[in-house]
């Protein structure tokens, strides 16, 4: 009786039909899960005709049926039926038809009582509490996994507990789980009760903890839901919007007995934190007072990273290109990427002289590139990490602009031969903004890397700070949850846990190519740095944290007693690492200079010679012949031929663009045409990208046709201009300036036969970039021995539209330039304008005509090195009718005008010019016509310096000295503290030996770029352009 009320209990969930197809499957199973409710304790004593003898029996009958429901007596169907469907004690048992053929009502006595059944309401609840109770755990279940070693803060700061999932914070308590099921059950969440634990009940399609089974016990459901969700790794993923992603994960982490390593595997994991923990160790012994940033409590790292490296190879990648902060940095250069030890350990020594021009940086920004064989799938790999600055996180879209490039140039498509690796800090991956823009281009077409894998070192501190005070969210990691990445928390002192988590997010990577976020949750034993003092002001946790065991230690013993490795194994794999550090650091004792060059993370194979120079140091004319001018001014007024409708107002303009070309002249933008579309036909890729430029911000460029009808149906006419041309790509990019910057500087890394250029929308906006400009396209020569050659185009003047469009900060730029000021350069060097370039940190640029833009855009290809090019670019200029050139200056054997001279009658009669004014851009309009309203064309030379930095000393003195009459002045129309003034005035005087002064003419200093008042604009502008031309206007100051 009792045990057969048992099999009905644990039957009623399932139907007749769906046990068939289950149990007769997997009979052993199904006996096993049936042995494991014979303890069932409810009252079933109703049905007056079974016993306790009988039980067997009716356990035989209940398996014939559920192979076959028709291999039993119809009475034995019925009672099967009506107790699996619910039926109360007593009430599923008909007594047998009568021998007799039966009358109609005897056959409708025996109708099941299925249909009528009363406990169906029951029965469906308690299904959809189970199916509730699964999701619970998908959603909620790593919370209550046991994430921190130290069992503080549980990397989860969200204090509230899931109701119902949870009872307990207790969480390294393993008596939890018992708490937990009784809180679930009594009086819990879902309306279950403890007599349902040993129910079984039909799991449904979006669990996988069934394994073979596709029924369990509740017992056993939560029991294995604990297993997947709430140990050593807590998955968040159920927010992925998508169905196949989400079962692909389940599968993962559900699937019983998943989590499998081979001894092989488990002493290469051994040997990889052997590595870990004793670079560290080596290190402190012999610069205890050096800061390197260590990895203690994180030194499962290396072999984490090793593991995504491994399956990656495995899965087709054989170029992973790392991004990483400081801590543990030394660590992955020597044991990732396996950079020479003593390479490393020379670092240290303060005697060693820098062996390269520029000025170097810390050991731990430093960047590297190595190509090896992956030991573990044989296959090569190349391994870079990208030098960095201070400025956290600023390197990942860095990383992945490079990462796009690579991909770019090897055919790459979807992301399979190159991938990134970023590493992240728990502080600077919640607080820095960067990382967010970084994933909004994740997935961006133009952008796309097709993938990140993410690891966060989540000490759980920043600095002093507690995480507490440091973010507001749960986790470090929220922030991936906005592209849908999944995120896999996991305990860093489990390092199976580790390599388990590992491994998959390489599969998911490989599988959906998408970003996927490793949350290694881990403690930092020492300070910020190995002199910091952490209990100033973690009191609590570094009480915690001394007590802690070394993972290695800790896993050590584990695989000792589970006879995976013996104890003198163990001892022999330390030893020789320590032999192998020592031997290096008496190698590291010879090295008698520093390389920077060693330490390079793009080289440029063939670009340079063997030694790393340029192969020449001059620079070709950048003129093109009549017809390549001609064809590509063609192309860029054309519209495709056939079902392409164009809007009319665009064909107007292309139109006259075709004007232009028939009279052999170029605007603004068809300058920018010719000189994409030659250095194209050169091979060489050009990239534009920024906010809106496809178009261009106004409306000038128009380089995609759109059809009027058809959505996505696009033309670049600048892709058909060549047979075997280099492909362009424009991209309107995300609205972000710090993240769209760095990915283009990155991308530009990666080869010097592309012109990469990023245009701000307005110059002024560069200044949510200023990181990437301050850090890496500024000094990055100087840091890093690494050219760079991306092209800034930033849309500056003041054209009286307020404080916030007009100024793209030229004194910024300038005031960041390398050459001195007071000190004049030997003018009669050979290729001195080459040298010059050569020389400097950047070269900037305001060129005041269509043609000028055009020779040195492609001169800064042609060159034979690379710099970044700080472009300031025109506003009203694109349609100003005296903004043109003329084909004839764009000629064969014509080149970039670093100065253009006066050539209007003042250079005629040289003599007589009394002023000779000084200006750069836009302003030269404004000057020429003021100058032309006053008839002042004999007594004022103009003169305009295009190319600011580096500064034409030689061209300037040439100008200077034409004019032995003239005083000299500065205009500018920004402000006097703004624009150039700063910048140009004391070279100058440097130019002429301080023989004379050198005036100003312009805007009084200011603390905002322009004034917002278009009247107070218009009458600044005629205050600077009396000033420059009242030639008395200086007479007092004499
Ligand atoms: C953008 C930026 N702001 C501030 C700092 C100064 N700083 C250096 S390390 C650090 C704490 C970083 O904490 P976390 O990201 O958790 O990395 P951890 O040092 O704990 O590995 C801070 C604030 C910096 N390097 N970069
Ligand atoms: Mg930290």
């Not at 398996?63 to 039926?81: G, M, Q």
Request: with cysteine; hydrophobic share 35%; charged share 25%.
């Amino acid at each position: 009786m009792f045990h057969l009320r048992t099999c009905a209990a644990k039957l009623r969930p399932l139907t007749a039909s769906q046990t068939v197809r289950t149990f007769s499957q997997n009979r052993p199973a199904a006996a096993r899960t049936f042995g494991q409710v014979r303890g069932y304790t409810a009252p079933v004593a109703a049905e007056p005709f079974l016993s306790g003898t009988s039980s067997n029996y009716v356990e035989e009958m209940y398996y014939a049926w559920l192979e076959n429901p028709k291999s039993v007596h119809k009475s034995w169907d019925i009672f099967f039926r009506n107790t699996n469907a619910g039926a109360p004690p007593g009430t599923a048992y008909q007594s047998p038809l009568p021998l007799s053929p039966g009358s109609l009502s005897t056959v409708a006595r025996v109708q099941p009582l299925v249909e009528a059944q009363p406990n169906v309401d029951k029965l469906v609840e308690d299904h959809l509490a189970v199916q509730s109770l699964i999701r619970a755990y998908q959603i909620r279940g790593h919370h209550v996994a046991q994430l921190d070693p130290l069992g503080i803060l549980d990397a989860d700061l969200d204090s509230s507990v899931p109701a119902d999932i949870i009872s307990s914070t207790d969480k390294l308590d393993l008596a939890v789980f018992k708490e937990r099921l009784r809180m679930l059950t009594v009086g819990g969440f879902y309306g279950l009760d403890e007599s349902d634990l040993d129910k079984v009940f039909h799991l449904p399609t979006t669990t996988f903890i069934g394994g073979q089974e596709s029924a369990l016990p509740l017992r056993e459901i939560i029991r294995r839901l604990e297993m997947a969700y709430c140990q050593h790794i807590g998955v968040e993923f159920m927010f992925i919007n998508d169905l196949e992603q989400c079962q692909w994960i389940r599968q993962k982490f559900e699937t019983p007995g998943i989590m499998q390593f081979t001894n092989e595997e488990k002493r290469t994991l051994l040997a990889r934190l052997v590595r870990s923990t004793r670079f560290e160790d080596f290190l402190q012994r012999k610069w205890s007072s050096e800061k390197r940033f260590g990895l203690e409590g994180c030194e499962v790292l290396i072999p984490a990273l090793k593991t995504i490296i491994d399956k990656s190879s495995e899965n087709g990648v054989d170029y992973v290109i790392m991004g990483m902060p400081h801590r543990g940095r030394l660590n992955v250069l020597a044991n990732v990427i396996r950079k020479e030890l003593e390479q490393i350990f020379c670092q240290f020594d303060s005697k060693l002289e820098a062996a390269d021009e520029g000025s170097g940086d810390v050991k731990y920004h430093l960047g590297m590139y190595h190509r090896r064989i992956n030991r573990v799938t044989d296959r090569n790999i190349t391994l870079s990490l990208v030098a960095n600055p201070s400025h956290l996180e600023a390197a990942d879209p860095v990383v992945m602009g490079k990462t796009k490039a690579e991909q770019f140039y090897c055919g790459d498509t979807e992301g399979k031969k190159v991938m990134s690796i970023l590493l992240h800090g728990d502080a600077a991956f919640a607080g820095q903004g960067i990382v967010y823009e970084t994933f909004h281009l994740s997935d961006l077409p133009s952008y796309t890397t097709h993938g990140t894998v993410h690891v966060v070192v989540n000490n759980q501190i920043g600095f002093t700070t507690d995480p507490r005070m440091a973010r507001s969210s749960p986790y470090p990691t929220d922030v991936a949850r906005v592209v849908n990445a999944p995120i896999f928390h996991v305990n860093a002192d489990d390092p199976e846990a580790v390599m388990y988590v590992c491994k998959v997010a390489a599969e998911w990577r490989s599988t959906f190519h998408k970003d996927v976020v490793v949350d290694l949750v881990c403690y930092r034993r020492n300070g910020h740095n190995e002199m910091d003092e952490p209990m100033f002001t973690q009191p609590l946790m570094y009480k915690q944290i001394r007590k802690q065991k070394p993972v290695l230690q800790k896993y050590a013993e584990l695989l000792v007693s589970q006879g995976v490795v013996n104890q003198p194994e163990y001892e022999e794999e330390i030893s020789k690492y320590d032999k192998i550090c020592e031997e290096a650091f008496t190698r590291s004792k010879d090295e008698k200079i520093l390389h920077i060059k060693h330490w390079l993370d793009s080289p440029w194979p063939g670009f340079f010679t063997l030694d790393g120079q340029p192969r020449s140091m001059t620079c070709p004319p950048t003129g093109l012949t009549e017809d390549i001018l001609t064809h590509i001014g063609n192309v860029a007024s054309s519209v495709p031929v056939e079902n392409f409708t164009i809007h009319g107002g665009l064909s107007r303009i292309l139109k006259t663009r075709g004007e232009l070309v028939k009279n052999r002249t170029v605007d603004w933008a068809l300058a920018e045409y010719m000189a994409f579309g030659s250095l194209l036909k050169e091979g060489i890729h050009i990239r534009l990208s920024g906010q809106d430029v496809e178009r261009g911000t106004f409306s000038h460029r128009h380089h995609v046709l759109h059809d009027q009808n058809v959505d996505k149906k696009t033309c670049i006419p600048m892709n058909h201009l060549w047979p075997n041309q280099a492909p362009y790509t424009v991209c309107n990019s995300s609205l972000s300036e710090y993240g769209v910057l760095g990915f283009e500087l990155g991308f530009a890394m990666a080869s010097p036969n592309a012109l990469v250029l990023w245009e701000a929308q307005f110059g002024d906006f560069h200044n949510t970039a200023q990181c990437i400009i301050d850090q890496f396209i500024c000094p990055g020569q100087a840091k890093w021995v690494r050219q760079n050659g991306i092209v800034l185009l930033l849309p500056h003047g003041m054209e009286g539209m307020g404080p916030e469009h007009s100024s793209a900060r030229p004194e910024r730029f300038l005031q960041m330039c390398n050459d001195d000021p007071d000190v004049l350069p030997n003018l009669e060097e050979a290729n001195f304008d080459i040298n010059q370039l050569y020389d400097c940190n950047w070269i900037v640029v305001n060129c005041s005509t269509p043609g000028n833009f055009f020779h040195v855009l492609r001169r800064q290809i042609l060159l034979p090195f690379r710099k970044p090019l700080i472009i300031f670019t025109p506003k009203s200029l694109l349609r100003h009718p005296e903004a043109r050139t003329s084909f004839d200056e764009m000629l064969s054997g014509t080149h970039f005008q670093r100065v253009i001279p006066e050539d209007g009658l003042a250079a005629q009669n040289p003599a007589n010019v009394r002023r000779l004014l000084f200006c750069t851009g836009k302003v030269y309009y404004d000057l020429t016509r003021e100058r032309k309203a006053r008839g002042m064309a004999e007594q004022v030379a103009i003169t305009r310096i295009e190319q600011l930095s580096p500064f034409p000393f030689d061209l300037l003195l040439q100008e200077v000295r034409k004019y032995p009459n003239a005083e000299l002045a500065w205009c500018q129309e920004e402000h006097k503290n703004q624009g150039y003034y700063d910048y140009v005035k004391p070279r100058l005087r440097t130019t002429i030996s301080r023989a004379k002064p050198v005036w100003y003419a312009g805007r009084d200093p200011a603390a905002a770029p322009a004034t917002g008042n278009k009247k107070t604009h218009l009458t600044e502008l005629q205050r600077l352009l009396d000033t420059a031309f009242d030639l008395d206007a200086f007479k007092n100051f004499s």
